[in-house]
């Protein structure tokens, strides 16, 4: 898993999904965001500045469990004691466990793919088997289906919490950065769920190919029963489960009605949301709690009027706004490039200088 501290550090060398109607979406591939990376009053902060006035003014990714700041914090001595039995127990059986799941899925892939010539695109390097049809998608999507449930009871989430109105959806196709193509094992696997690949750091003229690339393939799902749905995460980063980050427009550009989807994770001890923590630590920490919990609550599928339509932005920011509503979210104006600035101060960076250049995808 690539962490989040290595895409914000200065020395360049992983909610609230959204799912179409029948698309749902992640909201990397979205249109350049024009706002400004950063408010005036963030541009600049002095070495005095404290945790606490960094946390009230990044207050969607500061960590309020028991683990406290980056994960980082002191521990009472039962949590000490938890922590260490399940790192000799807990996490390397799971570990193993996933290992197992991962190789027995890249392996169904592997035989469903065999003979059979992926979709490229040369000029937007995408690569997949999105429109595999026949017996070889449905034995991909019915065991990935159960694999991933799998996967999830292996992590500690036994009970998953539903909240829906809607009829079920299809096989789903989502994003992800360019380099997961790459990963062995997660590579392959990722083409055959149809993921569309995208670059954080990226010229203007390729995100408004892979928007072209979205906007195309959401609109092929919507009148095409029978193709594949997207997933998109329109935030274009993840929050500590309490705030709303403004909305891209990747997934509204193509104007079809969407299915808003809110994930929360409560938690006694160890939040699962990925805010303010490394990836290897997080996921260490996951792995190492009893259980997890997750609640996922669908709202009914939002139609856009011609007004939406027309206007990305205002199809956005209403899909939004609802959702903040029904999920009892804060509204936060901040977003990537912020949460990047957090993370440097925390890791005690005040220059910052690439990465207030650096592109809020």
């Known amino acids: 898993m690539e962490s989040e501290l290595e895409d914000m550090n200065p020395d360049p060398s992983k909610l609230h999904p959204l799912e179409s109607q029948p698309e749902p979406a992640h909201d990397d591939a979205s249109t350049k965001d024009d706002r400004p990376l950063l408010k005036s009053d963030a541009n600049r902060m002095s070495s005095s500045e404290s945790i606490e006035e960094l946390e009230k003014k990044f207050a969607a990714f500061v960590r309020n469990d028991v683990y406290g700041t980056m994960g980082r914090g002191e521990l009472p001595l039962v949590e000490k004691f938890l922590l260490g039995i399940s790192l000799v127990t807990l996490l390397p059986i799971r570990v193993v466990l996933a290992m197992i799941i991962l190789l027995f899925y890249y392996t169904i892939c592997r035989i469903c793919t065999l003979f059979s010539a992926p979709n490229r695109d040369e000029e937007e390097e995408q690569e997949d088997f999105a429109h595999m049809g026949g017996w070889r998608r449905d034995v991909i999507v019915r065991c990935g289906s159960f694999l991933s449930r799998a996967m999830l009871f292996l992590f500690g989430f036994c009970w998953i919490k539903e909240t829906y109105r809607i009829v079920e959806q299809p096989q789903d196709k989502s994003f992800s950065q360019r380099s997961v193509a790459k990963l062995p094992l997660v590579g392959l696997i990722s083409k055959c769920l149809g993921c569309v690949y995208v670059q954080r750091e990226s010229k203007s003229s390729d995100f408004k190919g892979v ?110 706004r609802l959702m903040a509503r029904e999920g009892d979210l804060v509204m936060s104006d901040i977003g990537l490039a912020e949460k990047r600035v957090y993370h440097a101060a925390l890791n005690g960076n005040n220059s910052l200088p690439s990465v207030l250049h650096q592109k809020d995808d």
């Not at 906007?215 to 997933?231: D, F, G, H, K, L």
């Not at 009605?257 to 996921?283: C, E, K, M, N, T």
Request: hydrophobic share 40%; with cysteine.
């Open 211 to 320: 928007a072209g690339l979205v906007t195309e393939r959401v609109r092929e799902a919507y009148q095409n029963r029978s193709a594949p749905t997207m997933m998109l995460f329109p935030e274009g980063t993840t929050t500590n489960g309490d705030f709303l980050l403004p909305f891209k427009t990747g997934a509204f550009l193509a104007g079809v009605p969407v299915l808003p989807v809110i994930l929360r994770y409560p938690y006694q001890r160890f939040s699962p949301a990925w805010d303010s923590i490394s990836g290897v630590r997080h996921v260490i920490f996951l792995l190492c709690q009893f259980i997890n919990y997750i609640e996922v609550k669908r709202l009914p599928v939002y139609y856009p009027s011609q007004e939406e339509k027309d206007d990305p932005k205002l199809y956005a920011c209403n899909v939004r």
